[in-house]
């Protein structure tokens, strides 16, 4: 069943950017986050409404509320530079490029939350570096 | 110039998932995604009333609002999958899968976007989602 899963996540995820691409012909890349974020809040909105989750999430910790909104905000300045990027070149080029992120959040963990590193870390730093050389 | 945007990109995208890390220490992973969704909502809200962009919004066409609200729509719903799948199998096995969306995204951009398509780029996107999937 899990594989169902895995296969409409490929697939919801993957056809996302498709549509961002094609409406980033005309429109500005700041006033197309500020449409997909406002609905996607309003979305999570009625999720935790509908669901019964209103209490828990009142009373989240003021500490992990603070991490995740920076979390959304460096998020957000992301987005607006990967708007920019999907705006001026392919999606083909663009998605798989900043898909390498958790490289830097490994190199991150790694240097400053002094999580293990490993010979299989260090193979996939080596194909992601040599892929995005490819790409280039 | 895309290529410093896709930099800017990686490199914000790769420090919020510290944040995150940071924040679900004792909360429900969901609830977390639903909190950062409404918070860069919120942040996105505000930037259109501070900045007077509800007037562009306003006037942005239709087939426009559709695609935007359509890419987010999916994005939240691979989310949904994404969550679904992890909570029925080992992440060392769905989280590596679910990485690979961007062949997926390259995919439908050659095919309906009509995007150039070469030996070098499929490469490189091979190098890239096996790099990503070897680090997570």
Same mark, same amino acid.
């Given at each position: #069943?899990?594989?169902?899963?895995?296969?409409?996540? @490929?697939?919801?995820?993957?056809?996302?950017?498709?549509? &961002? =691409?094609?409406?980033? $012909?005309?429109? &500005?890349?700041?006033?197309?986050?500020?449409?997909? #974020?406002?609905?996607?809040?309003?979305? #999570? @909105?009625?999720?935790?409404?509908?669901?019964?989750? +209103?209490? +828990?999430?009142?009373?989240?910790?003021?500490?992990?509320?603070?991490?995740?909104?920076?979390?959304?905000?460096?998020?957000?300045?992301?987005?607006?530079?990967?708007? $920019?990027?999907?705006?001026?070149?392919?999606?083909?080029?663009?998605?798989?490029?900043?898909? @390498?992120?958790?490289?830097? +959040?490994?190199?991150?963990?790694?240097?400053?939350?002094?999580?293990?590193?490993?010979?299989? =870390?260090?193979?996939?730093? @080596?194909?992601?570096?040599?892929?995005?050389?490819?790409?280039? | 110039?895309?290529?410093?945007?896709?930099?800017?990109?990686?490199?914000?995208?790769?420090?919020?998932?510290?944040?995150?890390?940071?924040?679900?220490?004792?909360?429900?992973?969901?609830?977390?995604?639903?909190?950062?969704?409404?918070?860069?909502?919120?942040?996105?809200?505000?930037? /259109?009333? /501070?900045?007077?962009?509800?007037?562009?919004?306003?006037?942005?066409?239709?087939?426009?609002?559709?695609?935007?609200?359509?890419?987010?729509?999916?994005?939240?719903?691979?989310?949904?999958?994404?969550?679904?799948?992890?909570?029925?199998?080992?992440?060392?096995?769905?989280?590596?899968?679910?990485?690979?969306?961007?062949?997926?995204?390259?995919?439908?951009?050659?095919?309906?976007?009509?995007?150039?398509?070469?030996?070098?780029?499929?490469?490189?996107?091979?190098?890239?989602?096996?790099?990503?999937?070897?680090?997570?």
């Amino acid at each position: #069943m899990e594989w169902i899963y895995i296969g409409l996540t @490929i697939f919801f995820w993957g056809l996302a950017p498709v549509f &961002d =691409k094609t409406a980033l $012909k005309t429109v &500005d890349p700041a006033i197309g986050i500020s449409v997909r #974020m406002i609905w996607a809040a309003l979305a #999570m @909105i009625l999720f935790v409404l509908f669901s019964g989750k +209103t209490e +828990t999430v009142i009373n989240f910790p003021f500490k992990n509320i603070s991490f995740l909104f920076v979390s959304a905000s460096v998020s957000l300045l992301g987005y607006l530079f990967y708007f $920019k990027a999907l705006s001026k070149g392919n999606a083909s080029k663009v998605v798989p490029a900043v898909a @390498i992120f958790p490289l830097v +959040t490994a190199i991150i963990a790694f240097c400053i939350m002094g999580e293990p590193f490993s010979i299989q =870390k260090l193979s996939a730093v @080596i194909l992601i570096v040599s892929g995005i050389f490819l790409l280039h | 110039m895309e290529w410093f945007f896709i930099g800017l990109t990686i490199v914000l995208w790769g420090i919020s998932p510290v944040f995150d890390k940071m924040a679900l220490n004792a909360i429900d992973p969901v609830l977390a995604v639903a909190i950062r969704m409404m918070a860069a909502g919120s942040i996105m809200f505000i930037y /259109v009333f /501070v900045f007077n962009k509800a007037e562009v919004i306003k006037k942005l066409d239709l087939k426009s609002i559709i695609l935007f609200v359509t890419a987010s729509s999916f994005s939240l719903l691979g989310f949904v999958f994404y969550f679904k799948a992890l909570s029925g199998g080992f992440a060392s096995k769905i989280v590596p899968a679910a990485a690979t969306y961007p062949l997926f995204t390259s995919i439908i951009a050659f095919l309906i976007m009509k995007e150039p398509f070469s030996i070098k780029k499929l490469a490189a996107i091979i190098f890239i989602i096996t790099g990503v999937a070897l680090i997570k």
